[in-house]
């Protein structure tokens, strides 16, 4: 069922089809949306790389148990200097193809009754936008919480809105520099740098992210430096972003950096009060994928 704003307009066609029109109040100007499409086959194999039981670490709602479900592929290409690389680059710097099915969604959930969360993250997950789709149909069916982590690059009008938007905008310290080596042993180039930075800060899709799905919160990635900060508290206030729904990141893809930064990040968020979010899962295990 799509999901239907209160001006819309609705077109049934006569095979069952809707067609759904925006009209602004007092005027009679329709604006064609969009329905976002399903996904029809359950066995495909999807741009899915990781699906597993694990605990969210970050942001509002860590602590709780959940379902992880990781897509492959993203707009973004991330690199922190000392803080590392994008900490999935297999899905992003180097993005690997996937291997689950939606069945394997399902059946992961069938095991694990008991949990009644989801972190649909990635790579960029609303790069498929049918996945993402198909997710608020089953989470809605499951009594199901989602929240997609989103670095805010693309802007999807769900069927049904989804529960929380993690939202994690990329900032200059995101900027691969040239000739750093990659992961996999590539050199970043002109090329590289200019697809990260295609869709680097897309305040229009993040805009209508906010004000179209339940609830949001705000988790910038932080290098310890004024530069970084000045330019996370700018957006800040610029999308009229609550503190409270702020949560600062440390940069860092090994326990090692996270070691280092974590005493940063205690300091500057007690001064500015902003909220911290750790990265627990790399505290925890490392550079261990699936956890």
């Given at each position: 069922?799509?999901?239907?704003?209160?001006?819309?307009?609705?077109?049934?066609?006569?095979?069952?089809?809707?067609?759904?029109?925006?009209?602004?109040?007092?005027?009679?100007?329709?604006?064609?949306?969009?329905?976002?499409?399903?996904?029809?086959?359950?066995?495909?194999?999807l741009p899915v790389l990781e699906v597993y039981r694990c605990v969210q670490s970050?942001?509002?709602?860590?602590?709780?148990?959940?379902?992880?479900?990781?897509?492959?592929g993203c707009t973004h290409r991330c690199y922190?200097?000392?803080g590392g690389w994008c900490d999935s680059w297999y899905t992003s710097i180097h993005p690997e193809k996937g291997t689950f099915t939606f069945n394997d969604i399902i059946k992961m959930y069938d095991e694990n009754p008991q949990v009644k969360e989801m972190m649909l993250t990635g790579g960029s997950p609303t790069?498929?936008?049918?996945?993402?789709?198909?997710?608020?149909?089953?989470a809605n069916e499951r009594n199901i919480l989602v929240t997609i982590e989103t670095e805010g690059s693309h802007f999807l009008e769900t069927d049904y809105p989804l529960d929380l938007i993690s939202l994690s905008p990329k900032f200059s310290n995101s900027v691969p520099v040239l000739g750093a080596v990659t992961p996999n042993g590539a050199i970043a180039d002109e090329r590289m740098v200019k697809v990260h930075?295609?869709?680097?800060?897309?305040?229009?899709?993040i805009r209508k992210t906010i004000d179209y799905h339940k609830d949001y919160h705000?988790?910038?990635?932080?290098?310890?430096?004024?530069?970084?900060?000045?330019?996370i508290e700018a957006f800040r206030v610029e999308m009229d972003i609550p503190k409270e729904k702020t949560f600062v990141m440390p940069a860092g893809d090994?326990?090692?950096q996270l070691v280092k930064m974590y005493p940063l990040v205690f300091e500057m968020v007690a001064e500015k009060g902003y909220n911290m979010t750790g990265r627990d899962h790399i505290i925890?295990?490392?550079t261990e994928r699936g956890v």
């Open positions: 069922m799509q999901h239907i704003m209160e001006n819309d307009l609705i077109y049934e066609s006569p095979n069952g089809g809707k067609t759904v029109y925006q009209r602004e109040i007092g005027s009679s100007d329709r604006k064609l949306v969009n329905k976002l499409k399903r996904i029809e086959d359950y066995n495909k194999v970050e942001g509002s709602r860590f602590g709780r148990p959940t379902i992880a479900v990781r897509t492959t922190f200097g000392e790069m498929h936008p049918a996945l993402v789709n198909e997710i608020t149909h089953f930075n295609r869709l680097r800060l897309n305040k229009d899709a705000f988790k910038p990635v932080w290098n310890g430096t004024d530069e970084n900060l000045e330019e090994t326990r090692e925890a295990y490392d």
